[in-house]
C-alpha cells in the first residue's frame, strides 16, 4: 500500500506515519528527515537546502522530487510505503503521479493556535530522534535512550509562523487535489496518539 501523510508542519505525520509503517512492515519517507541529514552530512543537497529549511520555505520541488524518486526504486519500497511531508506542492503531486501510484492521502487536521503551541513546545532527542513537548518533560534528558532534548531550529517561534503561512499557501491545495482524486481521508489530529492511529488503520482498512 503506498500512502501519503499530508497536513501542517505539527500535525503528528510523523508521529503516526512511524506506528502505521511498523504495523504495515513498509518504509516511512519523511523528505524532512532526509533533508536534515543531508545538512548533517554536509552533503550538496544539504547545503543547498539548509537556507531554506532554516527559514521555514520549502526547498525547490526539483530537489524534493529527485530525492523521492531516488528513495521510492530502493527495494524496500516495492511492497509499499508512507509519504510524510512529501508531496507539499501541487508540482511536487504531479511529478508524484508521473512515478508511483497513491492508494491513500492520510489528511491530519489540527488548528493552526494548537500547532503554534505544539511546534514551538516540541523538543527532539538528539541521539535516538524521539519527540517530545515541554508540558510533559520532566527530566533534561530522553526516557528512552538518555540523550539530550534540543530544539530544532525551524520550530523557534519566528519560524513556526511562516512554516505555517507556507502550508496554507503551498500545501494545503493538496487536499482538493487528492478529494477530487477520491483518496482524501480526514482525520481529527487532536485525538490522542492512539485513537488517531486507530482511525487511520481503520480507514486504509488494515485495523
Ligand atoms: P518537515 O520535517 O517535514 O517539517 O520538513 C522540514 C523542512 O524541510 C520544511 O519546512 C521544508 O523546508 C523542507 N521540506 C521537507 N519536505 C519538503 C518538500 N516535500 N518540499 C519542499 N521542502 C520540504
Known amino acids: 500500500m503506498n500512502v501519503i501523510f499530508l497536513g501542517p508542519p505539527g500535525a503528528g505525520k510523523g508521529?503516526?506515519?512511524v506506528r502505521v509503517c511498523e504495523r504495515l512492515g513498509i518504509p516511512q519517507i519523511s523528505t524532512g528527515d532526509i533533508l536534515r541529514k543531508a545538512i548533517k552530512n554536509q552533503t550538496p543537497t544539504g547545503l543547498a537546502a539548509k537556507s531554506y529549511i532554516d527559514k521555514g520555505e520549502l526547498v525547490p520541488d526539483s530537489v524534493v522530487i529527485d530525492i523521492v524518486k531516488e528513495r521510492l526504486a530502493q527495494?524496500?519500497?516495492?511492497?509499499?510505503?508512507?509519504?510524510?511531508?512529501?508531496?507539499r506542492t501541487v508540482f511536487q503531486a504531479e511529478a508524484l503521479a508521473e512515478f508511483a501510484t497513491i492508494d491513500a492521502v492520510i489528511d491530519i487536521e489540527v488548528s493552526d493556535e494548537k500547532l503554534i503551541d505544539r511546534l514551538s513546545g516540541r523538543r527532539v532527542c538528539g541521539t535516538c530522534g524521539a519527540t517530545s513537548h515541554v508540558s510533559v518533560i520532566?527530566?533534561?534528558?530522553?526516557?528512552?535512550?538518555?540523550?539530550?532534548?534540543?530544539?530544532?531550529?525551524?520550530?523557534?517561534?519566528e519560524t513556526v509562523l511562516s512554516r505555517l503561512k507556507v502550508y496554507h499557501a503551498q500545501t494545503a491545495p493538496l487536499i482538493s487535489f487528492y478529494t477530487e482524486k477520491g483518496l482524501l481521508r480526514r482525520i481529527d489530529g487532536t485525538q490522542p496518539v492512539d485513537v488517531c492511529l486507530n482511525e487511520i488503520l481503520s480507514t486504509l482498512g488494515v485495523a
Open 75 to 87: 527495494p524496500d519500497c516495492a511492497n509499499g510505503y508512507v509519504l510524510d511531508g512529501f508531496p
Open 138 to 157: 520532566t527530566g533534561d534528558t530522553c526516557d528512552k535512550c538518555g540523550g539530550t532534548w534540543i530544539q530544532r531550529d525551524d520550530d523557534k517561534a
Open 15 to 17: 508521529t503516526q506515519a
